[in-house]
């Protein structure tokens, strides 16, 4: 009996002088952060959490959130979303605080081009003794700081503007306007605008929309005509506080910022419209809106104009320059993913001013603008897009070719004149 006592004296005693194991967290408070767990086992080293719907009315996909204590550990996170939980390369995975970012099926997707399977809901993650703050998300998350660290290098310019177009309707965040003003004689021949982020979550937008920005600010002939001929915007954030504060954005409720056309229960999109009715009087305008399709697409696409003949003219050119300028680049493009504009259905009116008409998009209500000249929509795949991984380089890349081919056009209709 003596002999048992001692021996479990020296168990607890060696108990005692062992650290006690860390517990594994899972948290979303930082900047784009969205997750809801539903049960951590610290023993079994199971994580059960989904998507954080918020307001919105449909069932959705985004994640993004980091995990501390789990050193040492192998965990298996499973999901519980109702449609596919990760996309085709599976969650994207940062271990230096969501600086850089791989995902975890890019491996196989880039050896043998293995998708990650539709109907996957776990994937497991081994944490080395360095992995003190780990990130999983669904896609490349973009937020203001990605913006500010990107626009960093065009402070010192003259020839920029950086505006604020209205305060967010939390009023916690200003709604960036960049703006690259005109910079020839007189007035210029057309007015160009580009927004993002409508939907909050469509982070693949951002990287595109940077490469716009890289082109046109860039030493290119076309880029040094377009700031000689046009006065030039730029809205990255329309759904400001959806994008920090992770929300999904896409069909909120009752309606999301790309339905407030009419309604107008956001600031951003009110102080938008007023901008535009006052700045472009008798300028052509060309818009382009930018977001990304549903969770597992794999490519990218334009929204083809609808019930307008001349503008479908217009849109066929830039299919057709888009896909020689951008022949070489990382995303492939394929014209036939292209939307055409339709009478019913995907892409037709209806589908964007809803059963009573009393909801508008922003496409539909700048191409019901008399000053119209080109209004499109293009939609960038989340984590592959033209069958490549999207990075925030083969986006940039993408981004300058689009502005590149909308230069094209714009030089050989404006420049004429
Ligand atoms: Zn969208």
Redesign the pocket.
């Known amino acids: 009996m003596k002999m048992k006592n001692a021996f479990l004296f020296l168990i607890l005693a060696i108990l005692s002088t062992l650290p006690a194991r860390a517990e594994i967290r899972v948290d979303a408070d930082f900047p784009g952060g969205n997750v809801l767990v539903d049960s951590i086992d610290q023993e079994a080293n199971v994580v059960c959490a989904r998507p954080d719907l918020r307001d919105t009315r449909s069932d959705y996909f985004y994640f993004n959130f980091r995990v501390t204590g789990a050193e040492n550990r192998t965990v298996t996170f499973k999901f519980q979303t109702k449609g596919s939980s990760f996309g085709p390369v599976g969650p994207n995975v940062s271990t230096d605080g969501g600086k850089t970012w791989h995902y975890l099926g890019e491996k196989d997707f880039l050896d043998s081009g293995k998708i990650f399977p539709a109907d996957q809901h776990e994937f497991t993650w081994t944490f080395g003794p360095e992995d003190s703050d780990v990130r999983f998300a669904f896609c490349m998350p973009y937020t203001q700081a990605n913006w500010d660290e990107f626009i960093a290098q065009y402070r010192t310019r003259e020839d920029v503007r950086f505006e604020t177009l209205c305060r967010s309707r939390s009023d916690k965040h200003d709604v960036e306007l960049f703006r690259l003003p005109f910079l020839g004689q007189e007035k210029p021949r057309f007015y160009l605008v580009f927004t993002a982020r ?2 909050a979550c ?1 982070a693949s ?1 951002s990287p595109v929309m940077e490469g716009v920005i890289q082109f046109c600010l860039s030493d290119a002939p076309e880029a040094q005509w377009l700031r000689q001929n046009a006065e030039i915007i730029f809205v990255p954030f329309m759904d400001k506080d959806g994008v920090e504060n992770g929300d999904q954005g ?1 069909n909120r409720n009752p309606h999301d910022h ?1 339905r407030d056309y009419v309604q107008e229960l956001y600031p951003s999109v009110k102080a938008f419209k007023a901008l535009i009715l006052k700045e472009t009087e008798g300028l052509p305008i060309v818009f382009m809106d930018l ?3 549903g969770s597992r697409g794999e490519t990218y696409y334009s929204h083809g104009p609808i019930g307008m003949e001349q503008m479908n003219v217009i849109w066929n050119r830039f299919r057709e320059k888009l896909a020689e300028n951008q022949k070489d680049g990382v995303l492939k493009y394929d014209p036939k993913q292209d939307v055409p504009g339709k009478s019913e259905g995907h892409n037709s009116i209806r589908s964007f001013t809803g059963k009573n008409g009393d909801l508008c998009s922003s496409r539909v209500w700048m191409q019901g603008l008399p000053n119209v000249y080109f209004a499109n929509c293009m ?1 960038f795949g989340y984590c592959l897009c033209g069958h490549a991984i999207l990075t925030p380089e083969s986006g940039r890349e993408l981004g300058r070719n689009v502005m590149k081919s909308l230069a094209e056009i714009l030089e050989e209709d404006f420049a004429k004149e």
């Open positions: 409508h939907h469509e937008a896409k790309n977001h990304a399709p939609e």
